[in-house]
Nanobody, 124 residues
Framework: QVQLIESGGRLVQAGGSLRLSCAASGLTFSRYAMSWFRQVPGLDREFVAAIIRSGDSTFYPDSLKGRFTISRDNAKNTVYLQMNSLIPEDSAVYYC?????????????????WGKGTVVTVSS
């Protein structure tokens, strides 16, 4: 059974930083590209970051480039999202997702597995 478990979400002040983690089990992690998405209740899910299997290549939407960094540790079956200079608009539920393959997957409909999310709240 595949499980993706996110952690690290919490309340943080604007300008602060957070690192989210997503621990994977039940799959051969190194065969999967990983992505992060976020969603505010009532709004569409938004792509945040993607990383290929090796971790050598990443992709971000222009709106988040420079503040967010995705990375992975295949030995630990974990993908991370470092978020800096947080603003209230970053408040959302953050989800990690996996898809077998070796590309940047930016559309949630392409993902095979999802975690249950971790809540990030940025106060002004």
């Amino acid at each position: 059974q595949v499980q993706l478990i996110e952690s690290g979400g919490r309340l943080v002040q604007a300008g602060g930083s957070l690192r989210l983690s997503c621990a994977a089990s039940g799959l051969t992690f190194s065969r999967y590209a990983m992505s992060w998405f976020r969603q505010v209740p009532g709004l569409d899910r938004e792509f945040v970051a993607a990383i290929i299997r090796s971790g050598d290549s990443t992709f971000y939407p222009d709106s988040l480039k420079g503040r967010f960094t995705i990375s992975r540790d295949n030995a630990k079956n974990t993908v991370y999202l470092q978020m800096n200079s947080l603003i209230p608009e970053d408040s959302a539920v953050y989800y990690c997702a996996a898809r077998m393959g070796n590309w940047w997957y930016t559309d949630g409909r392409d993902m095979e597995y999802w975690g249950k999310g971790t809540v990030v709240t940025v106060s002004s």
